[in-house]
């Protein structure tokens, strides 16, 4: 059976372990599908599927407008992500720091090198904690000696 991106909200809000909002918003053009927030600690994800690996390069269909909205969010302080599902076999967490590179529709090495998560195949518990943990603390934090 072949995923769709509502399969895939609603897979990801039963599998995350925080709050999440699906968010259909006409009028904020490229604001992401997805709030969520755990602790006070909040951001936006936006959600692509692709049914399958289409060519050399990956194409997800992100748009232009989404990846200026993920800049100037960023600019601004805050956090967003792009979640990319290819059917049942991938998942992948690009940063939106890194939006306009997804757009430009990157070969699979430079994608991969841009995921600060990914798995492929099927998701089990462990691989669901650490996704979640990537969401909620991208960066590692700098410990000052």
Not at 61 to 80: P, S
Not at 116 to 124: E, P
Request: with cysteine.
């Amino acid at each position: 059976k072949i995923m769709s991106e509502k399969q895939f909200w609603k897979h990801l809000r039963e599998n995350l372990p925080f709050k999440t909002y699906r968010v259909e918003n006409k009028v904020m053009i490229g604001m992401p599908d997805v709030h969520y927030i755990n602790k006070g600690n909040s951001g936006w994800i936006e959600l692509k599927y692709m049914p399958s690996w289409k060519s050399k390069r990956v194409s997800t269909g992100y748009q232009l407008h989404q990846a200026l909205w993920a800049k100037e969010h960023i600019k601004h302080g805050g956090t967003n992500w792009i979640m990319v599902r290819v059917d049942r076999e991938f998942i992948g967490l690009i940063h939106g720091k890194n939006s306009v590179e997804l757009y430009n529709r990157p070969t699979m090495r430079d994608f991969l090198d841009m995921c600060m998560f990914y798995k492929r195949g099927k998701m089990d518990k462990d691989n669901w904690a650490e996704l979640s943990h990537t969401i909620l603390h991208p960066f590692p934090s700098k410990i000052l000696v």
